[in-house]
């Protein structure tokens, strides 16, 4: 090692690992830095029939979905379903439950026409056919493709079937379930080029995710028909990329599962993989690239006595890709502060109780739409030890049953787990803790795993994963009674707006979803419309979106009030529009209505200035139509963007805060959607 060229001076100071969340991270764009896992493999080959990759958040789905849209040699599409789960089911919940049941069916009928018709419509986007060189059979669905998403596309589906059970119409049923015969018999006799078999990337589905049963059914739904139609249409594959708590509601209710599970791939890494990604990405920023397999990490990292240092660093981020990079970016940053010319031991331990907050956030950010602020369950191990028996989680168990807070907020998931057996197996689900039995010190591996239930017994110690250990400020002891000992909490989360408790928070957050679903349209609920927004601003996105000001204009007589708030964001989405847009000052357009014209963007258009910036938000009452794209275009030919936000979309805003979400997901998921629709 020796011999190798010398990194230049200062050379920490280029590295650019880039960002931890993939749909954020421009180093992706570079193909040098992407890593081949045996995932990427499987989604890169037909042959291999996987439908399904599975894998925790960070464990680089997202990143793979990238990968496939950029391959010249590949010819494939992203959705993002934003409301794949009808808000009238028509039939009881229980009917669905029975993948052999005509309503489950009508479900995967649906999506299999859905998605068959998305793959449609990109093929006339990419102008490799036109509905007048496509066949009569496929050519009458023109209106479901070209004037409908492949949301609203769904819903209209899966409500046809639906009113015809609903009314016993069995018959006429039957008709609309041989539409998507005909549609396949269209689709396997066409005369297609080598270019069109399409792979249909379906992607981020938990950022729409409700967590009730109602969104595991329809789930199923979308994972029976994707391996059907891999199989029955040459031309469409239909990837799925999961969290693993969505998928492990699947594998409870499924009573076919057996049918999905050989189509599953698990996003495991490697620890060579690992050093692989880090090492690609410490090489990025210079034009001498130095040797893989240990030597380019050696050039930037101390040794430990043991060995190389990467090993320490890749089990405590339980072998996760976010969370390595994420904990080297604040080491590297931490080097940078003291003066270092490479990242020390120091350097990595000053990193912990940063990144060890970031980790607790994400854990509880990752799982609030399962379990409801579930922050308020995880923080109170707060100051206790790193070790338990099973005597003393059993009395942890009891004093949050005698909690008010916690009663008051996660009692409706809470009281199914609070048998100690129970307790422990969700802990150990969320990765949250390891199980130790003598010296053996065992944690739930990333990715699709066996459904089974955790092992104990008396001699059974609970250990709280390390990366826990800093946020949470854990003693290094084993904790065997909670008798005489009063649960405290951690106070990592940011305080909530205008310094109100968290009763009357979240009890806002439900009124405003109540008044959202009874609101009437037009003019008549115009102004408690403007006043709704005006709340999910000041309860969704208060950490970065401050001073909410009502900008008052008047049209035709009447009073118009939209809001205006300052962008203060240093990181994450808004980070980015300020960046971009110039966009220090935020308009949010406020319409009580269904469907925009051309004056509503031509009104944001008028506000874009080089001193408040060019980013607005159009909230209204409607779906998304495929019009607006020219309208948005018009704008962003101008400097500018106006992202349009739909009811649903303010109604998953006040759920998410409501449920404890602290991340800004959803609304970066719609600008990419449609930031993505432009391009």
């Not at 689709?187 to 967590?211: K, Q, V, Y």
């Not at 690992?274 to 240990?294: D, M, Q, V, Y």
Request: some cysteine; glycine content about 6%; hydrophobic content about 40%.
């Amino acid at each position: 090692m020796s011999n190798l060229p010398k990194p230049p001076k200062d050379a920490i100071k280029r590295i650019n690992l880039g960002q931890s969340f993939a749909e954020n991270d421009l180093v992706l764009r570079m193909r040098e830095v992407f890593v081949t896992t045996p995932a990427v493999l499987a989604a890169q080959d037909p042959a291999r029939g996987h439908c399904f990759f599975v894998g925790r958040r960070g464990s680089g789905k997202t990143a793979i979905a990238i990968h496939l849209l950029r391959d010249a040699n590949k010819n494939a599409v992203s959705i993002t379903p934003y409301q794949f789960v009808p808000s009238n089911m028509r039939l009881p919940l229980d009917r669905f439950l029975d993948t052999r049941q005509k309503p489950f069916k009508s479900l995967a009928n649906a999506f299999k026409i859905a998605i068959t018709l998305e793959v449609v419509s990109h093929w006339v986007r990419s102008r490799l056919t036109t509905f007048n060189q496509l066949p009569d059979s496929l050519g009458k669905y023109r209106n479901l493709v070209e004037q409908h998403s492949f949301d609203s596309r769904l819903l209209t589906l899966v409500d046809e079937r639906l009113v015809l059970l609903e009314h016993g119409q069995d018959t006429e049923w039957l008709r609309a379930m041989k539409q998507y015969d005909n549609l396949r018999s269209a689709m396997n006799s066409l005369e297609a080029g080598r270019t069109w078999a399409t792979t249909l990337l379906i992607d981020r589905l938990d950022d729409a995710w409700s967590g009730d049963d109602a969104s595991v059914a329809v789930l199923m739904a979308m994972m029976h028909s994707s391996v059907q139609l891999h199989s029955e249409c040459s031309l469409i594959r239909p990837l799925l990329f999961l969290r693993e708590n969505i998928f492990d509601r699947v594998r409870a209710m499924d009573n076919e599962f057996s049918r999905l599970e050989t189509s599953v791939v698990s996003m495991d890494w490697s620890p060579a993989q690992l050093l692989e990604l880090i090492e690609r990405r410490l090489n990025a920023s210079f034009t001498t690239k130095w040797p893989l397999r240990g030597s380019t990490w050696a050039m930037f990292f101390e040794a430990t006595a043991a060995g190389p240092s990467y090993e320490y660093v890749f089990d405590y981020c339980q072998h996760r890709p976010r969370d390595v990079i994420t904990y080297l970016s604040f080491a590297i940053s931490a080097a940078l502060a003291s003066g270092h010319t490479v990242v020390t031991l120091n350097d990595l331990q000053a990193a912990k109780r940063r990144f060890s907050e970031n980790r607790f956030k994400d854990l509880c950010d990752e799982y609030s739409e399962n379990y409801s602020q579930i922050t308020l369950v995880l923080e109170r191990f707060y100051g206790l030890g790193s070790e338990f028996t099973l005597t003393a989680i059993d009395q942890f168990i009891q004093l949050l049953i005698t909690d008010p807070q916690v009663q008051a907020h996660c009692s409706s998931w809470l009281n199914h787990v609070t048998a100690p057996e129970r307790f422990v197996e969700w802990l150990y689900g969320l990765g949250f803790v390891g199980l130790r039995k003598g010296p053996d010190l065992s944690f739930k591996a990333l990715g699709a795993r066996s459904g089974s239930g955790v092992r104990l017994d008396q001699d059974t110690h609970i250990v709280i994963h390390p990366t826990f250990a800093d946020a949470l400020q854990l003693q290094d002891k084993v904790v065997t009674s909670l008798s005489s000992t009063a649960l405290r909490k951690s106070g990592i989360l940011e305080e909530l707006p205008e310094g109100v408790d968290l009763d009357t928070f979240t009890n806002q957050c439900q009124e405003s979803r109540e008044e959202l679903k009874t609101l009437p349209r037009g003019h008549l609920g115009k102004e408690v419309f403007e006043e709704l927004v005006g709340k999910v601003l000041r309860l969704c996105f208060y950490r970065v979106l401050t001073n909410p000001e009502p900008k008052v204009r008047h049209k035709a007589g009447v009073v118009i009030r939209d809001w205006m708030v300052s962008n203060r964001a240093t990181q994450g989405f808004w980070e980015v529009v300020r960046q971009k847009y110039g966009a220090v000052q935020v308009i949010w357009e406020c319409k009580n209505y269904d469907d925009l014209n051309a004056d509503d963007f031509h009104q944001v258009n008028y506000y874009h200035t080089d001193i408040v910036g060019k980013f607005s938000v159009i909230a209204f009452r409607g779906e998304f139509k495929k019009s607006y794209f020219e309208h948005q275009k018009r704008i962003a030919d101008n400097g500018g963007f106006a992202l349009l936000v739909s009811e649903r979309d303010l109604e998953i805003f006040l759920r998410q805060t409501q449920n404890g979400k602290w991340q800004e997901t959803h609304i970066q998921n719609l600008y990419d959607e449609q930031i993505r629709r432009l391009g």
